[in-house]
Structure formats: structure tokens, C-alpha cells
């Protein structure tokens, strides 16, 4: 009998992150080739970025070439990409729901369906939790997703002709724009739009170069989890950046004109966005019966198995205990790579019937970039300990993060043509996209 009249086992995988992306590219070289499985990837995009860099997107200083296609990806890789959204799961019948395709008038582009499994994978990440607090939800702009980070892209250049060359210019009210988070998301924006800010100006986009730029944050320090003497040299650097901080300041309310804190004090903001906090999304809250933690994340074991024996998850989604630690292990993209990894193991020891591979999450420490001004972090080992690193170096070990999630999806050899080519196109094409 041919391996063409066996029913494959079909391994699926919500979620297109860095994890998802990774698992779908590992299982489809090692399974999906020699024909031992089918491997399904969806995902609501059409194309991956990785997460850390959205704020790069929202800035218009990403180069586009770091977009990775998932049709052409799955291709080269042996996998099935299908574009949708999960709406539901039966796992009586084994089976998720994706809602339809719709365009952006509203027309359906591809019905609703559903894909059968064997093994299931959710890696749908994470969206920002506006904690329930007034006109976050109307008002805010957020940075969860490629398409959020484009269309705050288009209003910043939007807000920048309005302010400095169209009907707003002849006032003298700076551009301002106000974060809400000092976590690195936060802090890693405000480090971009000001070069942003520079680079306008020696366009002659913005001669005046007044953008003022202001992170709230109801923590006292900023970037809690670096140590707090990299967190304190970060904030002067930003205080140096001429960036407004407003430390110990919780937001009440937010409205069109701006934003109000617990203390009374009311910060007038063009752009407000949103970066304190995240959470699963709404939707997995008791997915069909699987048990789900107070921020809808799917609660897992050692192995990364929920409740179900045949349903994994993992990723910023995912709730599962840091060994030898209080609490979950962080949803950090170092998190989501090793996540991957184990369960790739896992699924392929799976169908050869043997045990699940039990994943141990190791902290190599955190790095943060303030762009071209400075990258800080700390790293973390068995023979140095704790050191804390910036500069050059730090910013070395920052890229070396990216280019691990590359060659994961890419291997050796791409990876380092996409970099040399990225070397030569940045120093032809335009520093920030303007449409």
C-alpha cells in the first residue's frame, strides 16, 4: 500500500507568530516531505513579521523585505497555509471553525469552514488587555498585529502632513503623541518615532522637529524586566531624547483630546497608543470546555498539552509554569522559539508512539533597542551568571535573536542572503516608508 492511499495524520496550527511559523516549518520539512503527515498553518494574514519588530513597522522604518509570505513558505517547506480567522472549536468532532474571508467593503471572499485534525497546535498569540478601562477600546491605537502596526503607520504620516504641512500647520501646537506602557514595546516605540521625527526633518517634512512624545506608566520603573540599574540608565536616555515620562501614573480614562491619570492630570494627545498589558484573546475564554486562565490564556502542562490530549498550545497564548519559579513562563519571542522546538519533538515522537518531550524554559536574559541611540539588556548563564550588557554589543546579541527566528524559517544559507541584501538595500531605498 502506497503512502498516497493512507489517511494522513493531519497536524493543524492556529497562529502564524514566531512559534507557529517556526512548528509549521519544522514538521513540514521532517513529516510533511516524506508524506508521514499534513501539515495545515492558519492564519487571519497573509504574511509574518516578527512580533519584536512591529514597532518598526509602526515607525515606517521596517524594511519590507522582512515580511515573510506563508503561501510561498509552506511551498517551499512542505506545509498547507489556509487564510482565515478561528472562530470555534468542536472537539467531539475534532474539528475548528474559521469564519469567512471577508474584503474590505464587506464582500466575502472565501466562506466559512472547517478543518479537520489529529493534532492540534493553538498559537495564536497575544492582544493587548485594555483592562476594561473607558475609551481605550474607541480611542487607542494598538500594536498587536501587522495590520494594527500599518494602520498606525499611515495615521502617524497622516498626523505629520496634517501638523506640518496641511491645514493644522500654521498652528504652534507640537505633533504629540502618548504611549500608555513602559514595558519594551512602549519604550522601543518611543526610541523609534523620534528618529522618525529626525529623519522627517533632514527630509524637509518637518523643518520644526517639535513631535512631543510622552510614555505613561502606572509602575514607578520602567521596563520591569530588566535589572534597575539598566532600567534607570534606559529612562535617562529617553529623558535625554527629550521623551516625557509619567511614572506612577495610572490611566482612568481616555478620550479624543487625550488622556486623564488616577492623580487628575489630563495629557492632551494627538496619537494615543496602547501598550500596557496583554492577554489572550476573548474568544478562547472556556473554548469548548478546555480550561483557560483569567486572561483567556489555555492553561498547559509540562508538555505543552491542555486539558485535551489531542490539543497543544503554546506562545504568549499559552499558560504554562515556570519550573523552579512562581508564576508562567513570560511571553517573551525566546519563550515562543524554545516552545517550538519542544513541540516539534513532541508531535513527531507522537506519531512514532513514543512520550512527549517535557519543555524546561531557559532565560537567556532580556535586551531592549532604543534604535540607533543604544540597545541595554542583561544576559543570563550558567558560567557568568547575571551580566549586564549595552552598546554594540548589546545590540549584536539583540539581532542575533531575530536571525535565530530567521534561520529557523529559512535556513543558514537564506538567512544570510536576506542580510546581505537587506545591507545593500538600506543603503539605496528610503529610511522610512512615507505612503
Request: proline share 3%.
Amino acid at each position: 500500500m502506497t503512502n498516497e492511499n493512507i489517511e494522513k495524520h493531519k497536524v493543524v496550527i492556529v497562529g502564524g507568530g514566531a512559534a507557529g511559523l517556526e512548528l509549521a516549518t519544522s514538521l513540514g520539512r521532517q513529516l510533511g516531505k516524506p508524506g508521514l503527515a499534513e501539515i495545515t498553518l492558519i492564519d487571519v494574514a497573509s504574511t509574518h513579521i516578527w512580533k519584536p519588530l512591529l514597532h518598526e513597522v509602526a515607525a515606517g522604518t521596517l524594511d519590507e523585505s522582512e515580511q515573510v509570505e506563508y503561501l510561498p513558505q509552506g511551498h517551499r517547506n512542505n506545509f498547507y497555509f489556509r487564510l482565515g480567522r478561528m472562530e470555534g472549536l468542536d472537539r467531539q468532532k475534532k474539528q475548528i471553525v474559521v469564519s469567512p474571508t471577508l474584503s474590505d467593503s464587506g464582500e466575502e471572499l472565501i466562506p466559512g469552514r472547517t478543518f479537520n485534525y489529529d493534532t492540534l497546535v493553538m498559537s495564536v498569540g497575544s492582544v493587548s488587555n485594555t483592562f476594561n478601562i473607558k475609551g481605550v477600546a474607541e480611542h487607542c491605537l494598538f500594536l498587536d498585529t501587522t495590520s494594527q502596526a500599518f494602520k498606525f503607520q499611515k495615521q502617524l504620516f497622516e498626523s505629520y502632513l496634517k501638523s506640518y504641512i496641511g491645514k493644522d500647520s500654521a498652528n504652534i501646537k507640537p505633533l504629540s503623541i502618548a504611549i500608555v506602557g513602559a514595558g519594551a514595546t512602549g519604550v522601543e516605540l518611543a526610541a523609534q518615532l523620534h528618529e522618525v521625527t529626525n529623519v522627517l526633518a533632514i527630509y524637509g517634512l518637518n523643518e520644526k522637529s517639535t513631535v512631543k512624545l510622552t510614555i505613561i506608566e502606572a509602575a514607578t520603573q520602567l521596563l520591569p524586566a530588566l535589572p534597575i540599574k539598566l532600567a534607570a540608565a534606559t529612562q535617562q536616555q529617553l529623558v535625554n531624547l527629550g521623551v516625557v515620562l509619567k511614572m506612577g501614573r495610572r490611566v482612568v480614562e481616555i478620550t479624543k483630546e487625550g488622556i486623564t491619570t488616577h492623580d487628575g492630570e489630563f495629557i492632551e494627545a494627538d496619537l494615543k497608543v496602547w501598550a500596557a498589558g496583554i492577554k489572550a484573546p476573548d474568544w478562547m475564554k472556556g473554548l469548548d470546555g478546555l480550561e483557560t486562565n483569567h486572561i483567556n490564556q489555555l492553561v498547559v502542562d509540562s508538555t505543552l498539552k491542555t486539558s485535551d490530549d489531542d490539543i497543544f498550545a503554546m506562545g504568549d497564548c499559552a499558560a504554562c509554569l515556570w519550573k523552579g519559579h512562581t508564576g508562567n513562563v513570560p511571553p517573551r519571542a525566546q519563550a515562543a522559539h524554545q516552545q517550538a522546538s519542544a513541540l516539534c519533538k513532541s508531535i513527531i515522537n507522537r506519531l512514532k508512539g513514543r512520550g512527549l518531550v517535557e519543555f524546561v524554559y531557559y532565560d537567556y536574559g532580556s535586551l531592549v533597542s532604543l534604535g540607533k541611540y543604544t540597545t541595554v539588556g542583561n544576559l543570563m548563564g550558567n558560567l557568568m551568571g547575571t551580566v549586564s550588557i549595552g552598546g554594540f554589543i548589546a545590540k549584536v546579541v539583540y539581532l542575533s535573536l531575530y536571525k535565530m527566528h530567521q534561520v529557523a524559517i529559512h535556513g543558514y544559507f537564506r538567512t544570510a542572503m536576506l542580510t546581505l541584501s537587506n545591507v545593500f538595500r538600506r543603503s539605496v531605498y528610503r529610511k522610512i516608508k512615507m505612503h
